[in-house]
């Protein structure tokens, strides 16, 4: 699923970079990042799902109500399988 995340994110801004950081114990290979004059989200997988946070992500737009985890003040995250294909199809 995390390759399909990454096509995606690579479809929507061809010139995000990606990059492993902070080791965690569910992502001991390191944590992807994506960033564009600035992260953009990060991605960590889990068993059953996949979670983009998006550190800015309060500031952003959610018209398809994607947005469904980590709700604070500053971040915002999509988790689980079902809103990455949503997320897909929305691209299309």
């Known amino acids: ?25 569910a992502n001991p290979s390191r944590v992807p990042v994506w960033s564009h004059a600035g992260i953009v989200c ?23 109500g994607l947005f469904n985890s980590s709700l604070e003040r500053f971040l915002r995250a999509i988790q689980t399988v079902p809103e990455i294909i949503e997320i897909d199809s929305l691209m299309v």
């Open 42 to 64: 990060t991605g960590e997988t889990y068993k059953q799902v996949v979670k983009l946070t998006f550190p800015h992500g309060a500031g952003l737009d959610d018209p398809n």
């Open 1 to 25: 699923m995390i390759a399909r995340v990454r096509m995606l994110i690579q479809q929507a801004d061809p010139e995000v970079v990606e990059e492993r950081k902070w080791i965690k114990a």
